[in-house]
């Protein structure tokens, strides 16, 4: 078994998808004084394994649909270059999907038909973001998956499964790390516009075209210091926390000034930088939430 390709399959890089919405959720809840650790772990482990078997699934369903080439301008995809079997590929994805179900059972335990309910449209997302008879990826979904699966459904529903119930500043929370986490998949889509064009696979970018998915990047990283500033406008969030939050805001601009003016193969090093925006946004909202409480 090669190591190296393995980690190809899985992507690493796009783990702050999963990790920032879990650690935010997990957070909001701690300072609304309720929290467990064991839901706290469980969460991050489920998420962190439904991500991995999403990064399969699409491995593993593009190079069956003949989605991805030898014409490709981002990172090998081990299936399609025959680095590993398309087999192997799929039955990691299998137990990836199966491992996070299990983990989940303990949540569902917790919270309920609510939380399985959650579980099974989770699954089911991660099955039909590549594959089946509508593949969400390929009919200008993506980045709609990522705002519902990564942002409100991650930080929602791990923060009802911690407290019971929801509020509106989760609700808005979860939103901006929904919109970061559909600015990844649209640094992704806007890379593959030409190849994916080519191949049938009608994404979002495709659909608007690269003028416009750059006006869109934009938006989407930076609409988040907006719904936080006017959180606290209204009372619903201390000013330590968008203070802290915004720190962020620099490197979100950076970002959308680099995305303008790059294309191709070009915007790889920008994907990964785009999840590290996420994964800092993640960390310093989540840090500023407990440090309010104590000012």
Excluded at 110 to 115: I, S, T
Excluded at 155 to 182: D, E, K, M, P, R
Aim: net charge positive; aromatic share 8%; hydrophobic share 55%.
């Amino acid at each position: 078994m090669n190591i190296k390709y393995w980690v190809m399959a899985i992507r690493p890089h796009t783990l702050p998808a999963a990790i920032g919405p879990l650690l935010l959720g997990n957070m909001l809840a701690y300072t609304h004084g309720h929290f467990s650790l064991w839901i706290g772990v469980s969460s991050m482990l489920c998420a962190i394994l439904l991500q991995v078997g999403v990064n399969l699934a699409n491995d593993y369903f593009d190079a069956k649909n003949g989605v991805d080439t030898d014409e490709r301008l981002g990172p090998t995809r081990v299936t399609q270059s025959g680095l590993l079997s398309a087999n192997a590929v799929r039955n990691a994805m299998i137990g990836s999907l199966t491992a996070a179900v299990l983990v989940g059972l303990y949540l569902i335990f917790v919270g309920g038909w609510p939380v399985l309910a959650m579980a099974v449209f989770a699954v089911t997302g991660a099955l039909c973001y590549s594959g089946g008879p509508y593949p969400m990826a390929s009919h200008g979904l993506g980045e709609v998956a990522a705002f519902i699966f990564f942002g409100l459904l991650a930080v929602v529903g791990v923060y009802y499964i911690q407290v019971g119930h929801t509020t509106l500043s989760a609700w808005l929370l979860a939103s901006t790390l929904g919109l970061f986490n559909a600015a990844i998949m649209l640094v992704n889509n806007t890379r593959d516009i030409t190849t994916d064009a080519q191949a049938g696979k009608h994404t979002l970018a495709v659909r608007i075209g690269q003028h416009n998915a750059r006006l869109l990047y934009r938006a989407l990283v930076m609409l988040p210091f907006l719904i936080l500033t006017l959180m606290w406008l209204l009372g619903g969030l201390p000013g330590m926390v968008v203070l802290l939050a915004g720190c962020a805001f620099p490197m979100a601009r950076l970002l959308a000034g680099k995305f303008a003016q790059t294309e191709g193969a070009a915007l790889n090093p920008l994907l990964g930088r785009t999840a590290q925006l996420t994964l800092l946004y993640s960390v310093l909202l989540s840090a500023g939430l407990p440090l309010a409480q104590l000012a």
